[in-house]
């Protein structure tokens, strides 16, 4: 065979050149036809436009998880996870990668890093192979990329490799044509041979189909399956390497050395590799529920079976032909991943350990799946829920990672230990209902985390933004951008670092923090920083229409003694009143709220702890009646007092006309009433107003006989400002005996 060249620019330039005296070509497919291999049909790469073509080889798949460069449209990538990728390490990542989504638009990411994996192909002068992992420094998001492309394993063994396995697998190869704006193409072909030693995982296709050739370096190969529902799915099989005369050579996914590596690379960021492959037996139990005997499996569907799952397989429950939902775990016992399909729950009881490896737990239907027998972890995996529930009585993570997706739920129910282990959850809701042990990172990537047990031995928390945790629990360190909202009481943590746009909702019911939701901060600082610009505090309150000084205590509550204010100063503030069973925003006419934290002591579990609490207050708006009342009379006063029209005085003064004069409603100074003076043939009637009372009116009326007053027409004019109060007059002509009055009233809004 002719040597493999890398599909540098500058080499294959010069060798084609020489070999087909033109220029060098992307991927060729023969018989080539747009409607049939281009993904997009216009507007690449700016703009694209999917090719929607029933012709369309790829038209049943999911092409959202491929990207491309933004400084060289020709180079492809494969994802497999939200944050990483696949590329050839001769060719390098991009400044800038590129997807179009799953919601129609394109969207943009930068490159953290490329880091090589050290297997692959392995060129001349090389001693590791091509195959390397690029990492974004931001994820894209779930509406962007839904898809997670599993990587296709069809080993008989998690330790050692099957290539022969993997000889025809049918493939559809991405690449490009020879100008950077036409659309990317795809196109089928079969794995023609796999080599596997050393630093050396490859595998080759013949040209017959297709052409791989400059700038296709990096770009994904997918392997057509058949999922256990029935569907046909693509799953990563490797990237493009190099070529030579006769065969196209791709970096090999499908060995346990390669999976191990991207796993391990993938971890500091929360990830784990999805591995899928074929089921090679299904769940019986017809004879016995003993996951270890012959006569509880079938293999391939046939009964009775020949040998049982015990060589690490992946395997089926399918609940619809299944004879026993019992699956007896009479002895310790592994299997590569389960399979679910079916309308029924499967229940895994007994004091031995099933270990599941790689390949995870995948559930196909909206069902409950119950392991009340001790699970393990044998490698850091993906477990996809759908919209299903996985209940779990106790789990040991073994030093690995688990990750969550889709939309259901995962319960674990009984002790989380494992050493180095982590958790993480990229969707649905993940609910920890018992203490652990794990001594590894927590990542919320997005959906939900609720805990109600004791999470503090895991070494922080990271929340992602979009990302929810709740519960009443306990948990280490707090970072990230997320949204934390304490479960209808006190959830606790070491420690808070807002630095990256952490918010906080807290629902208050009364005015103390225990019936109050509430996040108690242990650590000696609290807040390692404080919220920032992009936090926003939110404070629900259960009331339509506060009391005007009504007080309420929660949000907040650190064991140390010193004022944390100044660390919520910089989030936006956001408080809600209940109205008719809906929350809406508090506005400037309901009033405002006062922040300020104060020594407090809370009750855990029965034992005080003195430390400081959020101190909210709600007042009326300011210059408004109910606003003076407020702030002039005592603390404890009876409201009834404190009422417009109540004169709370000997002299029978109504609280309004204090207001208006600026007195002390509980002793009015009437030296300081109205007054009247002849000057130039007009009656001069002059008063003193409260310049903080804007929200009422002065109408100057008459009367003949003290009994009827009318308004008069006089406009009361400004005069000066003296002792604190404006002073304001009005000039009546001088008449035939008449009373005046200065007639106060709240100004129509």
């Known amino acids: ?63 959202s998880g491929v990207g491309w460069a933004s400084n060289s449209p020709k180079k492809s990538f494969g994802f497999v996870s939200p944050q990483h990728y696949l590329v050839a390490r001769h060719f390098g990542g991009a400044g800038t ?99 596997v030693s050393g630093n050396t995982h490859s595998f080759t296709t013949p040209r017959t189909d297709l052409q791989l050739e400059d700038l296709d370096s990096g770009g994904p190969a997918f392997a057509l399956w058949t999922n256990p529902n029935g569907q046909s799915e693509i799953a990563l099989i490797g990237n493009h390497a190099g070529i030579n005369d006769t065969v196209n050579a791709h970096n090999f996914l499908g060995t346990f050395q ?42 391939s569907g046939n009964r009775p079976p020949t040998t049982n799952a015990t060589s690490d397989r992946f ?73 299903g529930t996985v209940s779990v009585q106790s789990l040991n993570l073994n030093g690995h990672l688990l990750e969550i997706l889709g939309d259901g739920t995962v319960q674990l129910n009984g002790p989380v230990t494992g050493g180095s282990g982590g958790l993480a959850v990229d969707s649905g809701h993940l609910v920890v209902n018992s203490n652990t042990s794990y001594s590894g990172v927590t990542w919320v990537h997005g959906g939900l985390l609720t805990v109600h047990a004791d999470l503090s031995s895991s070494e922080r928390l990271i929340l992602k933004p979009g990302a929810g945790l709740t519960g009443s629990g306990t948990l280490p360190p707090i970072e990230g951008g997320g949204r934390v909202q304490p479960s209808g009481g006190i959830l606790t943590a070491a420690s808070v670092n807002g630095s990256q746009g952490l918010s906080f909702s807290f629902l208050f019911a009364n005015d103390t923090p225990g019936g109050n939701e509430t996040l108690r ?61 809906e929350y809406r925003l508090l506005t400037p006419e309901d009033g405002e709220v006062l922040f300020e934290t104060v020594p407090h002591t809370l009750e855990i579990n029965g034992s005080p702890v003195e430390g400081r609490v959020l101190h909210l207050t709600v007042v009326p708006p300011p210059d408004t009646f109910a ?64 310049p903080d009372a804007p929200d009422i009116t002065a109408t100057v009326q008459i009367s003949t006989d003290l009994i009827t007053w009318t308004d008069t027409a006089l406009i009361p004019a400004y005069v000066t400002t003296e002792n604190g109060k404006d002073l304001y007059e009005v000039r009546p002509p001088l008449t035939d005996l008449a009373f005046y009055r200065v007639f106060w009233q709240f100004s129509s809004p």
């Open 258 to 299: 390669v999976i191990n590596s991207l796993n391990d690379l993938m971890r500091p960021d929360g990830r784990a590799l999805r591995v899928v492959g074929p089921h090679s037996h299904t769940w019986v139990g017809s004879s016995s529920t003993n996951i270890n005997q012959n006569s509880a499996w079938g293999i």
């Open 627 to 690: 606003r003076w009342a407020y702030e002039t009379f005592p603390e404890g006063t009876d409201p009834a007092l404190m009422e417009p029209l109540a004169a709370p005085n000997d002299a029978g003064v109504p609280n309004l006309v204090s207001y208006a004069h600026g007195w002390d409603p509980l002793n009015p100074d009437l030296s300081d009433r109205p007054f009247a003076f002849p000057e130039d043939g007009t009656l001069v009637i002059r008063w003193g107003q409260n």
């Open 315 to 387: 395997v089926l429950f399918d609940g619809d032909t299944a004879d026993s939902l019992s699956v007896n775990i009479n002895t310790n016992y592994t299997l590569r991943g389960l399979y679910f399909t079916g309308n029924q729950t499967f229940t895994f009881s007994g004091s031995n350990t099933l270990t599941v490896g790689r390949g995870g737990l995948t559930l196909y239907a909206d069902t409950l799946q119950q392991f009340t027998a001790p699970l393990a972890l044998g490698s850091s995996q993906v477990w996809s829920t759908g919209n």
């Open 97 to 195: 990668v590129r997807i179009f989504g799953a919601d129609g638009t394109r969207h943009d990411r930068t490159q953290r890093q490329v880091i090589a994996t050290e297997l692959g192909v392995v060129f001349q002068n090389q001693t590791v192979g091509d195959l390397s992992l690029g990492i974004l420094n931001t994820p894209f998001s779930q509406t962007a990329m839904p898809v997670r492309y599993g990587v296709l394993d069809r080993n008989t063994s998690s330790t050692s490799n099957a290539t022969t396995a993997y000889n025809n697998t049918p493939l559809l190869i991405y690449g490009h044509g020879s100008v950077s704006t036409n659309s990317t193409r795809v196109a089928g072909t079969p794995i023609n041979s796999v080599t």
């Open 521 to 581: 901060l242990t650590a000696a600082t609290p807040f390692t920083a404080p919220l920032s610009a992009g936090s926003t505090l939110r404070i629900y309150l259960v009331t339509d229409t506060p009391a005007p000084g009504q007080t309420w205590r929660g949000g907040f509550f650190t064991d140390q003694q010193a004022d944390f204010l100044s660390h919520l100063s910089s989030a936006q503030t956001e408080v809600y009143l209940l109205e008719d069973d």
């Open 1 to 63: 065979m002719t040597p493999i060249r890398r599909r540098s620019l500058r080499l294959c330039l010069t060798v084609l050149i020489l070999q087909a005296g033109g220029l060098a070509f992307g991927m060729t497919v023969t018989g080539y036809d747009p409607e049939a291999h281009d993904r997009f049909s216009g507007g690449y790469p700016s703009a694209p436009v999917p090719n929607t073509s029933p012709d369309f080889v790829g038209l049943p798949f999911d092409w």
